[in-house]
C-alpha cells in the first residue's frame, strides 16, 4: 500500500465508527522518541521518517506537524501521500487543534490511540475541543488499517553492573523514595523507558541504537515491581533483581495490575500515556510531576563520567581512521552515503566494548547536508566523489558511555562561503566551549552564544545547539537542553550535553559541528559559583575549511589547546600513515 491507500484506509475506519479527525502521534506506550518498529505507525502510514511530528486525517484534509529540522526532508518523503506540511513554531503555521476545530463540524468526533497519546497532550485536547463541543474519544483505528505490524522483540535483558553504572539498584530505588516520600506519595510509576533501564541498571534492545526494553516499574513504601517480559530476562538480571527486592511481573500484566491500586497518592509524570491515567482514576489522586529519577540519571557520577572519558578515546581513534580513509579514498572508489555509514560503524566495531551506533548515521554529500536528520537508504543513496563538502554525524554505544559526533569538510576544494560559514559555526561552538557561566543557569541563557557569530551575519540555524545524552543509554536524553526554548531546567554538575551549532543553505550544503560536554564546578568567588564545560569528544577539526581571520586570538588558542588534548589522547593508539596524517591534522593553526 502506498501512503495515500493507507490514508484512504484509514479514512474507511474513520467514518465507520463516526470519527472525524484521527490524530497519530509519534509516540508509543511510553512516549519514546525513538520507537520500537511495531510503534511506528506515523512513519508507517505518512512515510515520513523523522523521530518527531505528527499526523492529523480529517475526512477530506491531512497534514503533518514537525520541526525545523525536517523542514526539506519531510515535503520529499510525503510526496504523494496527500499528506500538507505545516512548519511547526513558524509564523502563520495554525496549531493543530485549532486546525482541527476549523476543519471538522461543530459537535464533531476526534479520536487517538490512548497508549500512544500523553496525558499532557490528552488533557490539551480535551480542553480545548470540549469548549467547542467536539468529543474526543480513545479508539486505536490504525488496528484495523496496519494488520501486519511486527511483534514486540524478544532480545534478552541484561545488566548493567555497579562497576559501570557507579550506582546500585537498592540505592536509586531508596533515592526515589526519598523524593516520594518528600512529596507525600505512596506510589510512583515509571513508564519512560530510559528511566526504567537507569532505575534497575538494566540494558536491553527492544529499540534500534537505544540499549533499552520494554518495562515498567511501580515502587510504593514497600515494593518495586518491573513489569516486563520475563523470558528475555538473562540469569545475572534476574540475580540483580532479586538481590535489591523487586519483583517481576509479566509485562502484560501492568494495566491489570494498574486497576488494583486504591485510595493512593500516585506520582507519576504528565508525559506518560492517558492508558495509565485511565486506569488508575477511580480512586486515586494524581501528583503530576517530573519522574525523580530523570535528573538523578541526567546528573552523571563519577563512574559514569570516567565512561565517557574512556569511550571517547575509542570512539576518536575510529574517527580518525575512518576520516583518514574517506579523505584518501573518495573519488578513487565508488561509495555512496550509505556504505561510508556503514564503513563507519565498522572502524567503531573494532573498538572495545562497542554494542552499536547510538543511532543511525548522518551523511550527507552535497546538498543532503542540508537536510539535518537525513537518513541515506540502502538503495539509491547519492554516490560521493571528491567533488564537493560531506556532513558526517554518527555516534555508539559502548558499555561504558554514548557517544555523539558530528564533522563536516571538503572531500574537495571548499569555497570561500563555505569556510567562511564553516568558520562561523565552529567559532560558535568554540565559544560555548569556552564559556564560563554562574550556578542556576539554563541552557537557553547560553544558547545564544554559539549562535552569535552567525547571527552577526544575519545567519541562523532551525534546531537546538545542545541536547542532553545518556550513559550508555540514549543519545537524546532529558531535562536539560540547549536551545532557543523556554526550558526551566538548570543545568547540573554532572550532565553531559551536546555542542552542535550549524548552518544549512538548502540545495547546496549544510554544515554542523559537534562535540560532547560535561558540566563542571569551575570556582567559586564573591559572586557566587561558577561552571564550566568539559569537552569530552576527542577527534580533530580540519583546518583546510578554517578562515583563520575570522578567529579571535582566544578562540585559536582553545583550538590549538583542542588538538594538543586530540594528540595526547589518540596518537598512542594510531600508527603508521593514518597517524602522520593526523599530527598534521593537530599542528597549530
Known amino acids: 500500500m502506498t501512503s495515500s491507500e493507507k490514508v484512504a484506509a484509514l479514512r474507511e475506519e474513520m467514518q465507520k465508527n463516526n470519527v ?7 509516540a508509543d506506550p511510553h512516549m519514546s522518541e525513538y520507537l520500537p518498529e511495531e510503534w511506528q505507525e506515523r512513519a508507517w502510514l505518512s512515510g515520513f521518517l523523522g523521530s518527531a511530528g505528527f499526523v492529523v486525517i480529517t475526512k477530506d484534509k491531512a497534514g503533518l506537524w514537525t520541526d525545523g529540522r525536517y523542514f526539506t526532508q519531510a515535503p520529499i518523503e510525503l510526496a504523494g501521500s496527500g499528506i500538507d506540511l505545516f512548519k511547526d513554531g513558524m509564523e502563520g503555521t495554525p496549531n493543530y487543534i485549532d486546525w482541527i476545530i476549523s476543519e471538522i463540524p461543530a459537535n464533531g468526533k476526534v479520536a487517538v490511540n490512548a497508549l500512544a497519546t500523553s496525558h499532557a497532550n490528552w488533557e490539551l485536547l480535551f480542553g480545548k475541543l470540549n469548549a467547542k463541543n467536539i468529543t474526543l474519544v480513545d479508539n486505536p483505528l490504525l488496528k484495523y488499517v496496519w494488520k501486519e505490524r511486527g511483534e514486540a522483540s524478544k532480545n534478552p535483558i541484561y545488566t548493567h553492573p555497579v562497576e559501570r553504572a557507579g550506582k546500585s539498584v537498592t540505592d536509586k530505588i531508596a533515592a526515589i523514595r526519598q523524593k516520594m516520600e518528600s512529596q507525600e506519595v505512596t506510589v510512583h510509576v515509571i513508564s519512560s523507558l530510559d528511566d526504567v533501564a537507569w532505575t534497575l541498571n538494566l540494558r536491553g534492545s527492544d529499540v534500534e541504537s537505544n540499549p533499552v526494553f520494554l518495562g515498567y516499574i511501580i515502587i510504593t513504601k514497600n515494593d518495586a515491581i518491573l513489569f516486563t517480559g520475563l523470558e528475555k530476562m538473562e540469569v545475572d538480571a534476574r540475580k540483580q533483581m532479586d538481590e535489591a527486592w523487586v519483583k517481576m511481573m509479566p509485562y502484560e500484566e501492568f494495566y491489570n495490575h494498574l486497576r488494583t491500586i486504591k485510595n493512593e497518592k500516585v506520582l507519576i509524570s504528565p508525559n506518560s500515556n492517558q492508558s495509565i491515567f485511565e486506569a488508575l482514576k477511580v480512586g486515586n489522586k494524581f501528583i503530576k510531576a517530573a519522574v525523580p529519577g530523570n535528573l538523578m540519571k541526567a546528573q552523571k557520577n563519577d563512574t559514569e563520567l570516567e565512561g565517557f572519558r574512556k569511550v571517547m578515546v575509542r570512539d576518536g581513534v575510529a574517527m580518525v581512521k575512518f576520516l583518514y580513509w574517506l579523505t584518501h579514498t573518495a573519488g578513487k572508489e565508488a561509495m555512496n552515503e550509505y556504505s561510508i555509514g556503514q564503513k563507519l560503524k565498522g572502524f567503531r566495531a573494532e573498538g ?4 552499536g551506533e547510538s543511532f543511525g548515521s548522518i551523511v550527507g554529500y552535497k546538498d543532503n547536508g542540508a537536510i539535518m536528520h537525513y537518513s541515506a537508504k540502502k538503495e539509491g543513496s547519492k554516490e560521493v566523489t571528491n567533488e564537493s563538502t560531506i556532513l558526517v554525524d554518527s555516534g555508539g554505544q559502548y558499555l561504558e558511555g554514548t557517544t555523539d559526533i558530528t564533522r563536516t569538510f571538503a572531500l574537495g576544494k571548499a569555497s570561500e562561503e563555505f569556510k567562511t560559514n564553516s568558520t562561523l559555526v565552529l567559532q560558535g561552538l568554540i565559544r560555548l566551549s569556552m564559556v564560563r ?6 541552557g537557553v541563557q547560553l544558547d545564544a552564544i554559539a549562535r552569535l557569530p552567525l547571527w552577526m551575519n544575519a545567519k541562523d540555524f532551525n534546531h537546538g545547539t545542545g541536547h542532553g545524552v545518556g550513559s550508555f543509554m ?3 536524553e532529558g531535562p536539560q537542553n540547549i536551545r532557543k526554548d523556554l526550558n526551566p531546567q538548570e543545568l547540573l554538575v554532572g550532565m553531559v550535553c551536546s555542542n552542535e551549532p550549524g548552518y544549512y543553505v538548502e540545495g547546496e550544503y549544510g554544515i554542523r559541528h559537534e562535540n560532547l560536554i560535561a558540566v563542571r564546578e569551575s570556582e567559586t568567588t564573591s559572586s557566587g559559583t561558577f561552571y564550566e564545560f568539559e569537552t569530552l569528544t576527542f577527534c580533530p577539526f580540519f583546518k583546510d575549511t578554517i578562515a583563520k581571520e575570522i578567529l579571535s586570538v ?7 589547546d583542542y588538538h594538543r588534548t586530540c594528540q595526547e589522547k589518540l596518537a598512542p593508539h594510531l600508527e603508521g600513515e593514518v597517524k602522520n596524517w593526523f599530527l598534521d591534522m593537530v599542528k597549530p593553526l
Do not use: Q
Not at 20 to 26: E, K, N, P
Not at 352 to 355: G, H, K, R
Not at 437 to 442: C, L, Q
Not at 554 to 560: A, G, K, R
Open 437 to 442: 557561566f554562574p550556578k542556576g543557569t539554563r
Open 474 to 476: 540514549n543519545v537524546h
Open 20 to 26: 472525524d479527525a484521527f490524530i497519530i502521534y509519534s
Open 554 to 560: 582566544e578562540e585559536i588558542n582553545w583550538l590549538n
Open 352 to 355: 572495545e566494548n562497542f554494542v
